[in-house]
């Protein structure tokens, strides 16, 4: 039995059961790639059935307000992939009459699709033969055939595309395409793989050469940058000053405080009077680690709208600002 095959054949053993695989509605299809994107699967069920339930097409979707679609978004963080993905439901909706394309071309010209997104819609909705390379695939290919190019690496994207779509099968692109993806997310897992158990052991070149543990190879390591964040809570009479955030970051659109950026942690703030300080919140990204502190003050001169308190649960505020707000009602 050959690669494919076999990974199909244990795809229909041990698959998991998630909606979107019982679809071949292109829009449900992209919202699930779209949420699931940098996600588990834990994390991201719950808000692709929110999602598919509150706008059911894509009609719906580009009807919606901005600030509810961030809103349902909140807490899934990466919140371009919101706004991109609102901005082209309005596109299809609107300019392809709700006609969503079914070449690999068009789709990967659509805002906020690339190479993969791109491949995994054409192939799943419309069976069009475009091999998906996601983290998984990459890890899978790169043990199975013992190859040692960096993942990250140019070069590594192209062989790791060629050779996947070398091994597609033209059949059945969608269903090689899950199980591949399905393959790398349950068994041949990012450490420890139980190989013992694997269908794949006897011709696997990792396994075969004790390389299991060393692919795949990647070339750069992140860097993480250390960020210090002040936020200022100004309060008035029950009411709180919040701002939309416009500057073309990873919370655009959101909403939070009037903030102030220091090189180091800020001890103490002079000028405007001081209701309270909050402790110091950690906030891991994959390029940052932000530390943040919130300053409850009277007055400033600060930009902003004020909303009553209990109001402020409509807006759609970054995860930071979450914390924050739960840590206020345990007190
Ligand atoms: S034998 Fe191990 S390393 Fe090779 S494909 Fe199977 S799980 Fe992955």
Redesign the pocket.
């Not at 694997?198 to 052991?201: E, S, T």
């Given at each position: 039995m050959d690669f494919s095959q076999t990974v199909i054949r244990w795809y229909n053993k041990n698959k998991r059961d998630l909606p979107w695989r019982h679809t071949k509605d292109p829009y449900k299809i992209w919202l699930s790639e779209i949420i699931m994107q940098q996600t588990r699967v834990r994390q991201g069920l719950p808000y692709y059935n929110t999602f598919a339930q509150k706008f059911p097409t894509v009609h719906a979707l580009a009807k919606a307000k901005e600030d509810v679609v961030m809103k349902t978004w909140q807490g899934l963080g990466y919140y371009s992939r919101a706004r991109n993905l609102h901005h082209t439901a309005k596109f299809i909706s609107k300019d392809l009459n709700g006609k969503f394309p079914n070449e690999f071309e068009e789709i990967k010209k659509l805002k906020g699709i690339g190479e993969y997104t791109a491949s995994a819609i054409a192939s799943f909705a419309f069976d069009k033969p475009h091999a998906v390379v996601d983290g998984n695939v990459f890890?899978?290919l790169s043990?199975?055939l013992g190859i040692k190019i960096p993942i990250d690496s140019t070069e590594g994207k192209k062989v790791f595309t060629q050779k996947a779509n070398l091994l597609l099968d033209k059949k059945d692109p969608g269903t090689f395409n899950q199980a591949i993806m399905e393959?790398g997310a349950l068994?041949?897992?990012p450490q420890n793989?139980?190989?013992g158990i694997?269908?794949?052991?006897k011709t696997?070149k990792?396994?075969a050469k004790d390389l299991?543990a060393k692919?795949p190879v990647k070339s750069q390591k992140t860097k993480v940058r250390t960020r210090y964040f002040n936020y200022f809570v100004v309060r008035k009479n029950n009411k709180t000053l919040i701002r939309k955030r416009t500057e073309n970051d990873i919370w655009k659109n959101m909403y939070d405080f009037p903030l102030l950026e220091t090189k180091k942690e800020m001890k103490k703030l002079n000028a405007t009077r001081v209701l309270s300080v909050s402790k110091s919140f950690k906030h891991v990204l994959s390029h940052q680690i932000i530390f943040a502190r919130f300053w409850e003050v009277e007055g400033g001169n600060h930009k902003g709208t004020y909303i009553h308190d209990n109001q402020l649960n409509r807006y759609a505020f970054p995860r930071l600002i979450e914390l924050y707000f739960e840590s206020k009602v345990k007190q």
């Open positions: 890890r899978v043990r199975y393959f068994q041949c897992v793989p139980d190989c694997c269908p794949l052991k696997c990792a396994f299991v692919l």
